[in-house]
């Protein structure tokens, strides 16, 4: 009787194991969210240095009663450029928005904002981005709503632009504002 090597095995039981965790990933209720261990958490902190020249993001603007939204952007980034409109849009709208600009060169990040405009109630300045590390922030732009006692309720990763905005992030927004 001839025996089976267990190398033999292994191939199919790593094929087996990759089905499976593409089966997982394929039936969560939104596949396309990324997770945040922060939400329902309160928030974390926010940078002690403001970017110069514009009003500080301070904690207590995080648990004023009112919800919040904290941006993470740089002026390096497109998709944040690309998303700058939107935010505008929404500070006109009434909505409080606190920036944190991380990884990024002060002189270029305040040219920006004077250039295209400040839509933040207060701007944290994170050059070596280890607030973006508390946040949990993979990559700019990152969006997350606070809610009025400083817990955070959702985490959009990407751009505030197009159909995933209007479909994902906007509901949840919405639930956040009532």
């Not at 941006?71 to 606190?98: T, V, Y």
């Not at 607030?131 to 985490?155: K, N, Q, S």
Request: glycine share 8%; with cysteine.
């Amino acid at each position: 009787m001839a025996r089976i090597s267990p190398l033999m095995l292994a191939p199919p039981l790593i094929f087996a194991g990759f089905v499976a965790l593409a089966a997982v990933g394929m039936f969560r209720d939104d596949p396309d969210a990324l997770p945040s261990t922060l939400v329902g958490q309160p928030a974390p902190g926010v940078p002690e240095k403001a970017l110069e020249g514009f009003a500080q993001a301070t904690p207590e603007m995080l648990s004023d009663g009112r919800v919040t939204l904290v941006n993470f952007w740089a002026s390096w980034c497109p998709p944040c450029r690309a998303e700058h409109p939107k935010l505008l849009e929404m500070q006109a709208d009434g909505i409080d928005i606190i920036g944190i600009n991380f990884k990024d060169q002060a002189s270029t990040a305040t040219k920006y904002l004077i250039d295209d405009e400040n839509p933040f109630v207060g701007v944290g300045f994170d050059p070596q981005g280890r607030t973006a590390i508390d946040w949990g922030v993979t990559a700019p732009p990152e969006t997350f709503i606070v809610d009025g006692d400083g817990t955070v309720l959702y985490r959009f990763a990407g751009p505030l632009i197009g159909s995933d905005f209007e479909q994902r992030f906007l509901p949840e927004l919405e639930k956040a504002m009532r």
